[in-house]
T-cell receptor
Framework: SQQGEEDPQALSIQEGENATMNCSYK?????LQWYRQNSGRGLVHLIL?????REKHSGRLRVTLDTSKKSSSLLITASRAADTASYFC????????????FGGGTRVLVKP | EAGVAQSPRYKIIEKRQSVAFWCNPI?????LYWYQQILGQGPKLLIQ????????DSQLPKDRFSAERLKGVDSTLKIQPAKLEDSAVYLC???????????FGQGTRLTVV
């Protein structure tokens, strides 16, 4: 079973625009992580936000976390063609073991 | 720093045959994960180790899949016998500890015919 579910499933934008995707999860978490996957580099970690944090930035990435709504969002600003990839949220949850569970992903296409 | 190493990169086998995948995590990483990723889907956690102990294997089809992590370092994942629906990319990842970012290998693409 997948803990996180991303929305939308697919997103197409023009270069320079912002891209926003959301992740909802079901159980309490220790942290939530976002990953990117493209054919060239495999799965790469982007950002980790802990359950006691509400917002985090890394370059052109902004992640928010709302534990009351069990949801997170990833914003990519000023998108580039190189941002074309699938983006996954992963939740680190579980009182015994912190298993890392991925959602189904959002496929982002950035058109030049 | 060397990344997570996996081998082989590609494997084609017939159904009912057996296959094994190998993973060498980043040195010093206590947590090791095996994921199965079917085309168009997110990675599905098969098994998670903390050192050489199993943290979670609730989604590992134990009638045909097995995994071990000897001495808390390298790990192997075995499928015996393989089914057509096992065709997927098998990803290995490691992290310094649970609660930290995971680093992924390039994966092994398995095709069962």
């Amino acid at each position: 079973s997948q803990q996180g579910e991303e929305d939308p499933q697919a997103l197409s934008i023009q270069e320079g625009e912002n891209a926003t995707m959301n992740c909802s999860y079901k159980t309490s978490i220790n942290n939530l992580q976002w990953y990117r996957q493209n054919s060239g580099r495999g799965l790469v970690h982007l950002i980790l936000i802990r359950s006691n944090e509400r917002e985090k930035h890394s370059g052109r990435l902004r992640v928010t976390l709302d534990t009351s709504k069990k949801s997170s969002s990833l914003l990519i600003t000023a998108s580039r063609a190189a941002d074309t990839a699938s983006y996954f949220c992963a939740t680190d949850a579980g009182a015994a073991g912190n298993k890392l569970t991925f959602g189904g992903g959002t496929r982002v296409l950035v058109k030049p | 720093e060397a990344g997570v190493a996996q081998s082989p990169r590609y494997k084609i086998i017939e159904k009912r045959q057996s296959v094994a995948f190998w993973c060498n995590p980043i040195s010093g990483h206590a947590t090791l994960y095996w994921y199965q990723q079917i085309l168009g889907q997110g990675p599905k956690l098969l098994i998670q180790f903390q050192n050489n102990g199993v943290v979670d294997d609730s989604q590992l089809p134990k009638d045909r899949f097995s995994a071990e992590r000897l001495k808390g370092v390298d790990s192997t994942l075995k499928i015996q016998p393989a089914k057509l629906e096992d065709s997927a990319v098998y990803l290995c990842a490691s992290s310094l500890w649970a609660n930290t970012e995971a680093f992924f290998g390039q994966g092994t693409r398995l095709t069962v015919v």
